[in-house]
């Protein structure tokens, strides 16, 4: 018990801010430029979030970047930049975080929810098809857990069909598919600076693109409708974009500093990730009830969440409940994430949107069967992740870990104890 203890006094809480961080913010401060400063001349001085946008397009290997004010305002602008509006239909996974649907809302789009294949918990690129209509403009593939999904699959189906690529890359800053980073790969990108984030600043999002023409319009977007040359004449004379509907997610300095500062040691903080994933896969890897997430070769994750299934025939909430509170008492710190496929959520069963069920009416005729993504609802059923957002796998100690799966471990050996008391 107490070497247990001496163990689980080493966790890591999350997001830790260092030295680096403070100073970054700091330096704003006594800069005192706290936003899109406006110059004499018209033209806008940001120097915190151009240099963001330039390092992280850097990073990605892409041409253009935007910061905004969050994960889910960076896909509205993706799917807007792509020009998706109403009654256009977006296909998407039916496991991700509620936000990737209503980015697609948000550009009054339609979301087509696709089932995902239970090994890797990414969208099953093989129903994708069956999915497409003449409606249909683009595909959401959704990176979970910072796996990339099969984006050749993806991008090949996309172009027999003449869709756009939107990714959903929230969970994915740093992860590689093949030689290429999440994000460079299609049309767009949307990725998450939100506090429980890999790369976290609290609250946050990156949009990026490689296409001028998408990132205009984004941008337009994004800072209610002016034009991308950042200088604001008298008389406004760029109005090339006066005819969208403009938002404000534009961010502050202090949140762009710290960006920047914390983009450093994103590398760093995913390798954590790798390796702590490492020693549970080699860990839960012999154990037989226990299924992990299958990374394909060529592929990285940024393991924003570890999670397992339990691959019994009486696996089902109640048995994943009972292996759960088992868990919690070997001291494992476990969580859920997400209990029920996306189009099960009362705004796609219920389908009134935002005023007379738009912006279904636009479309054709919706109907979000939960039955129609059994594997989503299976992993859903019968998966724990392990470690929790405050204390997440990518910056614990080894040892936390490797303690984690030996419990994990010990736990399925004594699965039928746990079966006889259900």
């Not at 202090?254 to 390796?275: I, K």
């Not at 936390?400 to 736990?411: N, P, Q, T, W």
Request: aromatic share 10%.
């Amino acid at each position: 018990m107490s070497d247990k203890l001496g163990i689980l006094t080493k966790k890591v809480f999350w997001p830790y801010v260092t030295q680096e961080d403070k100073k970054a913010v700091m330096n704003v401060l006594e800069r005192g430029i706290l936003f899109g400063h406006t110059e004499a001349d018209g033209r806008v001085f940001a120097p915190e979030t151009d240099s963001l946008q330039k390092e992280y397009a850097d990073y990605i290997g892409v041409t253009y970047c935007l910061a905004v004010n969050s994960g889910t305002a960076a896909l509205h602008i993706a799917l807007a930049g792509c020009g998706i509006g109403p009654g256009d239909e977006v296909i998407t996974s039916a496991f991700s975080y509620v936000a990737t649907p209503m980015a697609i809302l948000h550009a009054h789009a339609i979301p087509v929810f696709v089932d995902i294949d239970i090994n890797t918990h990414n969208i099953d690129v093989s129903k994708i098809e069956e999915k497409i209509t003449s409606r249909t403009r683009a595909i959401m593939p959704v990176h979970m857990n910072g796996l990339p999904c099969d984006m050749d699959a993806i991008t090949e189906i996309a172009k027999r069909h003449n869709l756009f690529v939107i990714e959903d890359a929230a969970q994915a800053g740093g992860s590689f598919y093949k030689d290429k980073r999440a994000g460079s790969i299609g049309h767009a990108a949307g990725f998450s600076l939100n506090g429980t984030k890999n790369f976290s600043v609290g609250e946050g999002g990156l949009f990026v693109t490689s296409d001028f023409n998408i990132y205009e319009r984004a941008k337009a977007v994004a800072t209610m409708a002016v034009g991308t040359d950042e200088i604001f004449d008298q008389d406004y004379s760029d109005k090339r974009f006066w005819h969208l509907i403009g938002y404000n997610y534009k961010v502050q300095e202090l949140t762009s500093a710290l960006a920047r500062s914390r983009l450093r040691s994103l590398d760093a903080v995913n390798d954590c990730g790798v390796s702590n994933a490492a020693v549970l896969d080699r860990i839960l890897g012999d154990i037989p009830e226990v299924v992990i997430q299958k990374i394909p070769l060529g592929y990285t994750s940024t393991y924003y969440k570890y999670r397992f299934w339990i691959n019994l025939p009486q696996a089902g909430i109640k048995l994943r409940d009972a292996v759960f509170q088992a868990l919690r008492a070997e001291d494992v710190d476990v969580t859920m994430w997400q209990r029920d496929p996306l189009p099960a959520l009362p705004a796609f069963q219920l389908k009134r949107g935002y005023g007379y069920s738009c912006p279904w009416v636009h479309g054709r005729k919706q109907n979000y069967s939960i039955k129609d993504y059994p594997a989503t609802q299976k992993l859903l059923d019968t998966s724990i992740i392990v470690c929790s957002e405050s204390y997440p796998i990518f910056c614990q100690p080894p040892e936390v870990v490797e303690y984690y799966g030996l419990a994990i471990k010990r736990v399925f050996e004594n699965i039928d104890e746990i079966l006889n008391r259900l």
